[in-house]
């Protein structure tokens, strides 16, 4: 299986500040990466699919970038909605497998 | 509007064995895939079985397979997953959701929650 690791495992920004989330497939998965917001108590959220593609609603501080095994989403000015985990997920291959996530926290 | 409304979840011992359904609305249910992921408390998502429109291409995690079994009825638009040989380490949170393809899991449920312990 396609094994996905994120980094850092926690993040500290301060709001207002950018934010930039690592994701690395142990082998290619082209462009199938999705990631997703998710906050306590709640179903996680699709942010952006097709490694840049924002969703419907997603505001556009939200980016997705990279292809293969390297991908990065980056929040350019966290928001206090904005802290939560966020994970990693590809498409390219079953099993479809996620990443461990990464905490967004309030510095 | 889309709703995806998990059931079947509760406390079974060791070995035992679980049903759980979701009951879809809001879309055209036989035109997507759907799946089952989970979560065990405070850890992160695990997906755990997929199921294509019409049901005849079933998948698994290494985790479950050989015991888990993901069905669905078009008729009813329900998912089902049978948990059987359940163990400690099957205890989270199931939740249903939505494939697009190409896209990913744009609609979940709310989950529920599974505990296997003696």
């Known amino acids: 299986e396609i094994v996905m690791t994120q980094s850092p495992a926690t993040l500290s920004v301060s709001p207002g500040e950018r934010a930039t989330l690592s994701c690395r497939a142990s082998?290619?998965?082209?462009?199938?990466l999705v990631w997703y917001q998710q906050k306590p108590g709640q179903a996680p959220r699709l942010l952006i699919y097709?490694?840049?593609t924002r969703a419907t609603g997603i505001p556009a501080r939200f980016s997705g970038s990279g292809s293969g095994t390297e991908f990065t989403l980056t929040i350019s000015s966290l928001q206090s909605e904005d802290f939560a985990v966020y994970y990693c997920?590809?498409?390219?291959?079953?099993?479809?497998?996620f990443g461990g996530g990464t905490k967004v926290e309030i510095k | 509007e889309v709703q995806l409304v998990e059931s079947g979840g509760g406390v079974v011992r060791p070995g035992g064995s679980l049903r759980l359904s979701c009951a879809a609305s809001?879309?055209?249910?036989?035109?997507?895939?759907m799946s089952w992921v989970r979560q065990a408390p405070g850890k992160g998502l695990e997906w755990v079985s997929g199921?294509?429109?019409?049901?005849?291409?079933?998948h698994y995690a290494d985790s479950v397979k050989g015991r888990f079994t993901i069905s669905r009825d078009n008729a009813k638009n329900s998912l089902y997953l049978q948990m059987n040989s359940l163990r400690a380490e099957d205890t989270a949170f199931y939740y249903c959701?939505?494939?697009?393809?190409?896209?990913?899991?744009?609609?979940w449920g709310q989950g529920t929650l599974v505990t296997v312990s003696s």
């Open positions: 997920q590809q498409y390219n291959k079953w099993p479809l497998t």
């Open positions: 082998q290619s998965v082209s462009s199938k």
């Open positions: 809001g879309f055209t249910f036989d035109d997507y895939g």
């Open positions: 199921i294509n429109w019409n049901g005849d291409s079933p």
């Open positions: 097709g490694a840049s």
């Open positions: 959701a939505l494939y697009i393809d190409h896209v990913g899991f744009e609609y």
